[in-house]
T-cell receptor
Framework: AQSVAQPEDQVNVAEGNPLTVKCTYSVSGNPYLFWYVQYPNRGLQFLLKYITGDNLVKGSYGFEAEFNKSQTSFHLKKPSALVSDSALYFC?????????????FGKGTKLSVKP | DGGITQSPKYLFRKEGQNVTLSCEQN?????MYWYRQDPGQGLRLIYY???????QKGDIAEGYSVSREKKESFPLTVTSAQKNPTAFYLC??????????????FGEGSWLTVV
């Protein structure tokens, strides 16, 4: 079955410290992986994606993610967290069941960055 | 500005009433989607459309209907058959079907509450 898991409901980080939001996936074939961020009462904003190529993907607002095929993971990282990074983060994987390739989303991880 | 516009932002539905959520995009995207977001459950696909006059059911289509008469517009009707419609609804689009890794972009969402 195609799935994506975000094992942490919430991640707490002090401002200026590095942050990691975890994501693992289960798909058949090559995975297409995405990260989105959602601020309260807003839509989802695209951060970055992995399609092929370098395992380290750089995205918006200083975020990056590392694709690890052996561990089936795609963790989101940032070297130095900002209070404004506090939001809900979603990992998603392309759904291989459908020819149009819809996305399957994790349940989200709430990131809280304290000053 | 190019983007995806959803309206209204807040909508209240009485028991037994049908309501329609509007979604318009000026990105010239072929594919459009409707997702439902409930707290702690991530996003679930209601309907998607790859092209004008064509649409397909997603994972939770029961109690919902859509139309795609124009490329720019993909309205969602929440019918009285949807027993638990209170949720945050997100419209999205992509330049083409994301099977090749195309990014899905989201609108700002609409809150629907049953009163």
């Amino acid at each position: 079955a195609q799935s994506v898991a975000q094992p942490e409901d919430q991640v707490n980080v002090a401002e200026g410290n590095p942050l990691t939001v975890k994501c693992t996936y289960s798909v058949s074939g090559n995975p297409y992986l995405f990260w989105y961020v959602q601020y309260p009462n807003r839509g989802l904003q695209f951060l970055l994606k992995y399609i092929t190529g370098d395992n380290l993907v750089k995205g918006s607002y200083g975020f990056e993610a590392e694709f690890n095929k052996s561990q089936t993971s795609f963790h989101l990282k940032k070297p130095s967290a900002l209070v404004s990074d506090s939001a809900l983060y979603f990992c998603a994987v392309r759904d291989m069941r459908r020819s149009q390739g819809n996305l399957i989303f994790g349940k989200g991880t709430k990131l809280s960055v304290k000053p | 500005d190019g983007g995806i516009t959803q309206s209204p932002k807040y909508l209240f539905r009485k028991e037994g009433q049908n309501v329609t959520l509007s979604c318009e995009q000026n990105l010239n995207h072929d594919a459009m989607y409707w997702y439902r977001q409930d707290p702690g459950q991530g996003l679930r696909l209601i309907y998607y459309s790859q092209i004008v006059n064509d649409f397909q059911k997603g994972d939770i289509a029961e109690g919902y209907s859509v139309s795609r008469e124009k490329k720019e517009s993909f309205p969602l009707t929440v019918t009285s058959a949807q027993k638990n419609p209170t949720a945050f609804y997100l419209c999205a689009s992509s330049i083409d079907r994301p099977i090749s890794g195309n990014t899905i972009y989201f609108g700002e969402g609409s809150w629907l509450t049953v009163v």
